[in-house]
């Protein structure tokens, strides 16, 4: 081999390092398990995983994904001994991340890698991760929220995010579909929905915009349970309220946010409409306008808080004469019932 060649080969695999961690940043999991040989190994110890293949890879790094709230990885350049078409070498890893239960911490870690020269370039073999330093002090800082980052939480999220989020829910066991506008998520409900199913539908301005509600309350093609506990006496039939909300065959809602990671989060002032969504109902089929697409759980609260609430409360205001509040939150970060939770995901604004 020339010295020519080895230079080659030397910065063909740094690149490919440098395209893991661009990978790993950008949430782009598919990317990242190409890096690899068919039946290349990624290892981690202190977790602990051992992944083999592509498959594995992609599967166990779109869980991993799914959990955090941030995630920062830093690249520093190490080691490399080309042998022909093989290689092995080091690289030096600082991480900080923060999960959505609360685990958080900073860490230097090295991965001792093989790799192997493909057809398609060179392909790690083997990446081992090791932990040498780990502090999981609590971390001052945070992911940028919408204040500092300028972020506005109407404008609609681009169909690259779109299809991200898509992706995320459906490894998190939501089925997802991506459609185009309001008329297109009223077609499908209908489809979705059998004839004299028992429906109830939260409070949601997506639903009463899009006319959702309407088709649903006031067709006559389905056992609608909202108009019927408007229709009853809280002081008296409070308990048939409550069971009739919380177990229909479907509930049909929007939510206040949807993350990058895979999460639904729905809030409430009162709570009614949360036991349904949470797994009471039988099916839930949840529309959500494109603007309330978030990075993580930490701004999809503050989108609650700063956005949702006070359009929220000018709307109680306006129909009941009292304020809201966000009394109850509820957080779906995945539906362990296949076939049971459906995201109808829209590329328009709607709602808010």
Same mark, same amino acid.
């Given at each position: 081999?020339?010295? #020519? +060649? ?50 594995? @890879? ?14 920062? +990885? ?18 030096? @890893? ?9 685990? +958080? ?9 093989? =790799? ?7 392909? #790690? ?5 090791? !932990? ?10 945070? *992911? ?23 992706? *995320? ?15 297109? %998520? ?10 004299? %199913?028992?429906? #109830? ?10 006319? @959702? ?36 065959? #479907? ?6 946010? !949807? ?30 306008? %494109? +603007? ?27 129909? =009941? ?32």
């Amino acid at each position: 081999m020339n010295d #020519f +060649q080895a230079i080659a080969d030397r910065v063909e695999i740094e690149a490919l390092r440098g395209e893991f961690t661009d990978a790993a940043m950008m949430r782009d999991r598919a990317r990242l398990a190409a890096l690899f040989t068919p039946d290349g190994v990624l290892r981690m110890p202190n977790v602990p995983v051992e992944q083999v293949g592509r498959e594995e @890879i992609l599967a166990g790094g779109e869980r991993l994904q799914s959990q955090w709230d941030f995630f920062v +990885q830093t690249t520093h350049p190490g080691t490399i001994q080309v042998d022909g078409d093989r290689a092995t070498g080091r690289a030096y @890893i600082q991480e900080l991340a923060r999960t959505l239960d609360g685990r +958080q911490g900073m860490n230097f870690a090295v991965y001792h890698d093989r =790799y192997e020269r493909t057809e398609e370039g060179w392909r #790690f073999a083997e990446r081992e991760y090791e !932990v040498r330093y780990l502090d999981t002090s609590p971390l001052a800082g945070a *992911a940028p929220g919408s204040v500092s980052s300028g972020v506005s939480f109407a404008d609609p999220a681009t169909g690259e995010r779109l299809e991200r989020v898509a992706a *995320a829910l459906r490894a998190n066991g939501f089925a997802v579909e991506v459609l185009d506008d309001t008329a297109g %998520a009223r077609a499908r409900v209908r489809e979705l929905i059998p004839e004299g %199913a028992s429906v #109830f539908t939260g409070a949601s301005e997506t639903l009463r915009l899009s006319g @959702i509600e309407e088709d649903l309350n006031a067709s006559g093609r389905y056992d609608a349970v909202r108009p019927r506990l408007l229709a009853m006496d809280r002081a008296t039939e409070g308990d048939e309220i409550r069971r009739l909300a919380a177990c229909p065959d #479907f509930v049909v809602n929007s939510v206040a946010a !949807v993350t990058e990671t895979g999460s639904l989060v729905l809030a409430s002032g009162s709570g009614s409409q949360l036991p349904a969504n949470a797994g009471g109902a039988a099916h839930a089929v949840w529309v959500v306008g %494109a +603007q309330k697409v978030v990075p993580d759980l930490g701004t999809a609260l503050r989108r609650v808080e700063e956005h949702c609430l006070g359009l929220e409360n000018a709307r109680c205001q306006a129909v =009941y004469g009292s304020d809201s509040a966000v009394n109850r939150l509820l957080v779906l970060n995945a539906e362990p019932y296949p076939g049971r939770g459906t995201v109808l995901l829209l590329r328009e604004a709607v709602g808010y």
